[in-house]
C-alpha cells in the first residue's frame, strides 16, 4: 500500500517540477523575445534604408538628367521643348512627387508630374536657397507646405542646374508628399512593433510610424550620438538593462537623412508577456488541480489504510476474548524464533489452559462460559507488560503468551503472576477442585530448552502444561 504522506510529496515536487520547468521555458522565451527582437529591427531598418536609398537615388539621376539636357547643344533655354518633354518622360516612368524648375531669380519655369506649385516666386523656399548657396550639391529640405491646392507637408531634393560654361542657370527639384513615407513605413507591419522613423540630420521628423507616439529623450539623445559619431550605422543593444530595448540607426546613403527603428520593452516583450499570463493561468490551475488530486488522493488512501488496519486486526483477532488469535500468534512466533536465531537473545513461550473448563459450561451454560474466558483473558493480556510481549488465544479454553527476550525464571514469575491474577477474581466454579475459576500454565525457554524450531518451544510449554494438571491443576510447571 502506497504511504499517503509519500505520495503527497511525490505529487507536490511533481508540481515543483512542473512549475520550475515552466519558469525555465518562459525564460527561455524571453532570451528568445529579445533575439527576434534585435533580428527583426535591424532588418526592418535594412529595408526602410534600402528602399528610401533607392528612392532617393532615383530622384537624385532625375535631376541629373535635368542638368545633363541643359548643358546639350540642343538647349537653348531651360525652359525648351526638349527639356520639357525629357522630363515629361523621365518622371512619368519612375518618380512619384512633382519635378519643378526654376531660374537664378527663383521663378518657376517648369511643374511636371502630380500637382504643381501655384506660386511662381520660389526664391523663399529652403530648396531654391539652398541649391543656389552650394552649387552642383543635393540638398533635402526640410518640410515644408507645398502651395498645392490640396496641402500636406513635403520635403524637396535639389539641385542646382548649370549651363555647358558651368554658370548657374536654374534649380531643379523634386517635391515628394510625406504621406508616402508614412505610408509606406505604415505598410511595414513592423513585429515586435516599435517606432520607426525618418530624419534629417539634425533631427527633424520626415516620417514616423506610429505617427501618434513621440520618442523619448533617452532615443533622441541616442540620435545626436550616432550623428556625431560619423558612422555609417550605429545599434545601441541594451537587453541587460532594467528597462530592455533596441535601437538602431542607418545612415542613407550620402544623403542627410537617417531612418531610426527604437523597441521599447513593451513592444519587445508585448507577445511574451501574454504568452506568460497565459502560462502562469494555466501553471497556477494545474498546480491547484495537483494539490487538491494530491490531497483527495491522501485523503483516500489514509482511509484505505485505516480499513486496511481494521480488517488486518479483526483477521488477527479472537472476537470473543480481543486477545490476538492463533494466525497471529504462528506469524509473531515465527518473526521471534528468526530473531533469536540471529542472537536477538532468549525466547520464552507460556501455554495455558483454563482447569475444568468443560464441566463450567456444562454447569453454568456457554454464554457463562464465554464471560468466563473473557474475564481470563483480560488477566492474561495484562501479563504482556513490554512492547514485544503478546497473547493470544490457542484455541477453545487454552491461551498462549509469547516473550522475547525472556529466559525461564523471568517467564515463570510473570505465569506465577497470571495465575494469581485468575484465582484472585474468585469466579464461582461449583464443578471445579478449588470453587473457583484457576488455570495450569506451563513455561518454556530457550534458556533451559534446547529446541530446533519455535513449534518445538511450544510442545515443550504445552508438555509442562499437560504436567501443571496432572500435579493436581491451577499451578504453573516449567
Known amino acids: 500500500m502506497l504511504k499517503p504522506v509519500r505520495v503527497f510529496a511525490v505529487m507536490m515536487v511533481l508540481a515543483v517540477a512542473v512549475s520550475v520547468l515552466a519558469g525555465w521555458h518562459m525564460l527561455t522565451m524571453k532570451r528568445d523575445a529579445l533575439e527576434y527582437a534585435r533580428a527583426s529591427g535591424a532588418n526592418i531598418l ?3 534604408e534600402r528602399e528610401l536609398l533607392r528612392d532617393l537615388d532615383v530622384h537624385a539621376q532625375t535631376l541629373q538628367t535635368i542638368n545633363n539636357v541643359v548643358n546639350s547643344a540642343d538647349a537653348r533655354e531651360i525652359a525648351g521643348p526638349a527639356l520639357a518633354a525629357l522630363v515629361r518622360g523621365h518622371a512619368a516612368g519612375s518618380v512619384e512627387g512633382t519635378i519643378v524648375v526654376t531660374d ?4 518657376l519655369l517648369q511643374s511636371l508630374h502630380n500637382e504643381s506649385e501655384i506660386e511662381r516666386d520660389l526664391s523663399r523656399r ?3 536657397t539652398a541649391a543656389m548657396a552650394a552649387p552642383g550639391v543635393l540638398h533635402l529640405s526640410h518640410p515644408f507646405l507645398p502651395s498645392y491646392d490640396d496641402i500636406h507637408p513635403a520635403t524637396a531634393l535639389s539641385r542646382s542646374v548649370t549651363d555647358s560654361a558651368g554658370n548657374v542657370v536654374g534649380v531643379a527639384a523634386v517635391i515628394k508628399d510625406l504621406r508616402h513615407l508614412n505610408r509606406f513605413i505604415e505598410g511595414l507591419k513592423t513585429e515586435p512593433s516599435g517606432i520607426v522613423s525618418i530624419r534629417l540630420l539634425d533631427g527633424t521628423l520626415l516620417a514616423q510610424w506610429p505617427a501618434s507616439q513621440e520618442g523619448s529623450q533617452d532615443e533622441l539623445g541616442a540620435f545626436h550620438q550616432f550623428v556625431a559619431s560619423g558612422l555609417q550605422e550605429y545599434v545601441v543593444d541594451g537587453f541587460d538593462e532594467v528597462e530592455p530595448h533596441w535601437r538602431g540607426y542607418q545612415r542613407v546613403g550620402n544623403y542627410p537623412v537617417v531612418v531610426g527603428m527604437d523597441v521599447p520593452r513593451r513592444d519587445i516583450f508585448r507577445a511574451w508577456e501574454t504568452r506568460t499570463v497565459v502560462t502562469s493561468g494555466l501553471l497556477l490551475l494545474f498546480n491547484l488541480a495537483t494539490v487538491a488530486l494530491a490531497y ?8 484505505l489504510d485505516v480499513v486496511e488496519n481494521r480488517l488486518r486486526a479483526e483477521a488477527s483477532t479472537d472476537a470473543l476474548t480481543g486477545l490476538h488469535n492463533r494466525r497471529w500468534f504462528d506469524e509473531k512466533s515465527r518473526a521471534e524464533w528468526h530473531r533469536h536465531l540471529r542472537g536477538g537473545g532468549e525466547l520464552a513461550i507460556l501455554m495455558l ?17 464465554d464471560k468466563a474466558l473473557a474475564r481470563v483473558a483480560e488477566q492474561v493480556q495484562l ?5 514485544g510481549d503478546g497473547a493470544a488465544r490457542y484455541g477453545g479454553e487454552e491461551f498462549v503468551v509469547i516473550l522475547p527476550m525472556c529466559d525461564l525464571a523471568g517467564a515463570l514469575v510473570i505465569a506465577e503472576n497470571v495465575r494469581q ?3 484472585a477474581q ?3 466454579h461449583e464443578k471445579g477442585a478449588n470453587g473457583v475459576v484457576t488455570v495450569s500454565i506451563g513455561v518454556a525457554s530457550t534458556s533451559s530448552t534446547t529446541v530446533e524450531s519455535v513449534e518445538a518451544l511450544v510442545k515443550v510449554a504445552d508438555d509442562c502444561l499437560y504436567r501443571a494438571k496432572a500435579g493436581g491443576r491451577n499451578r504453573v510447571e516449567g
Do not use: S, W
Not at 488522493?297 to 482511509?303: E, G, I, S
Open 46 to 48: 535594412l529595408m526602410v
Open 104 to 107: 537664378v531669380q527663383g521663378q
Open 126 to 128: 529652403e530648396y531654391f
Open 296 to 303: 483527495g488522493l491522501t485523503r483516500h488512501l489514509r482511509h
Open 353 to 369: 489452559d483454563i482447569d475444568q473448563f468443560k464441566a463450567y459450561n456444562d454447569h453454568y451454560g456457554h454464554p457463562m462460559g
Open 383 to 387: 501479563a504482556c507488560r513490554r512492547e
Open 421 to 423: 491474577a485468575v484465582h
Open 426 to 428: 474468585a469466579l464461582p
